[in-house]
T-cell receptor
């Protein structure tokens, strides 16, 4: 699986959009980009995933660059409950293994 | 029901004890996973079960023994653990074992004395 690079930490004001970047320059054509988050002392929670096209669901939007070497997770209106570690993971559609990187610790503040 | 449950939430055990962690899901998922997470580190895969058969063992020491008695249950039997095995043990499940979205339980926080 391709490796990912994320900033170790980010801050965001409550109510503003949180944009979390991820670099995955060695991603293969059959690898998806997945985002999970882990709120303190809880299990990881699936957020969204995509292959080539931008994706949106009730939690977030995922923007993948045309060359697929990077992506951005967007939380449109961050709340204090979005404070968590966010993991960007690339994974083929057939691999069982999720390889978590170090993630980005997002702190949402008042 | 999109929930993965784990029991117990917390466990303290001595190095000579035998204990078991339990994981349960009722989503009809046929793949189940054990992950280990040390403090301030990301989760690391330990085992994968697919259709109740062990399909991946990430070179985990034999003092950890997984068991999948049926498609809804996953156990992790612990014996002769070391203090460095203290960690959060996470269970997850997915519809199938191939790249599907994984749903995680809240974890069991284990302390080995």
């Amino acid at each position: 699986d391709a490796k990912t690079t994320q900033p170790p930490s980010m801050d965001c004001a409550e109510g503003r959009a949180a944009n979390l970047p991820c670099n995955h320059s060695t991603i293969s054509g059959n690898e998806y980009v997945y985002w999970y988050r882990q709120i303190h002392s809880q299990g990881p929670q699936y957020i969204i995933h995509g292959l080539k096209n931008n994706e949106t669901n009730e939690m977030a939007s995922l923007i993948i660059t045309e060359d697929r070497k990077s992506s951005t997770l967007i939380l449109p209106h961050a709340t204090l409950r979005d404070t968590a570690v966010y993991y960007c993971i690339v994974n083929t559609g057939t691999a069982s293994k999720l390889t978590f990187g170090t993630g980005t610790r997002l702190q949402v503040t008042l | 029901d999109t929930e993965v449950t784990q029991t117990p939430k917390h466990l303290v055990m001595g190095m000579t004890n035998k204990k078991s962690l339990k994981c349960e899901q009722h989503m009809g998922h046929r793949a189940m996973y054990w992950y280990k997470q040390k403090a301030k580190k990301p989760p690391e895969l330990m085992f994968v079960y697919s259709y109740e058969k062990l399909s991946i063992n990430e070179s985990v020491p034999s003092r950890f023994s997984p068991e999948c008695p049926n498609s809804s249950l996953l156990n992790l039997h612990l014996h002769a653990l070391q203090p460095e095995d203290s960690a959060l043990y996470l269970c997850a499940s997915s519809l199938l074992a191939g790249g599907e979205t994984q749903y995680f339980g809240p974890g069991t926080r284990l302390l080995v004395l």
